[in-house]
Nanobody, 113 residues
């Protein structure tokens, strides 16, 4: 399983970014996926999850602002991030949580004016 995250960058508060995570070597129709984020000196934090049925969950801190989705045909996971805040600044990671645990490399998101 290989996961390749992209789409990070510098954005002003209130702005938007869309992260992508391209997957290879997985059966996307049965895989559960998630986005995490981490800031230096802190533990990695769960941001959002999605299971094959399409059911999603979100951390309270991002509810109403972030949307996790997937394209099965393209084997790509997305995280649409709207109304970004400085506290969203972190390295974001995608992860396959089932049936095999696998992490992608991180992509830096910086929210600053």
């Amino acid at each position: 399983v290989q996961l390749q995250a992209s789409g990070g960058g510098l954005v002003q508060p209130g702005g938007s970014l869309r992260l992508s995570c391209a997957a290879s070597g997985i059966r996307s129709s049965v895989a559960s996926m998630a986005w995490y984020r981490q800031v230096p000196g802190k533990e990695r934090e769960l941001v959002a999850t999605i299971i094959p049925s399409g059911q999603t969950t979100y951390a309270d801190s991002v509810k109403g602002r972030f949307t996790i989705s997937r394209n099965y045909a393209k084997k790509t996971l997305y995280l649409q991030m709207d109304n970004l805040k400085p506290e969203d600044t972190a390295v974001y990671y995608c992860k396959q949580t089932y049936p095999i645990v696998s992490w992608g490399q991180g992509t830096q998101v910086t929210v600053s004016s």
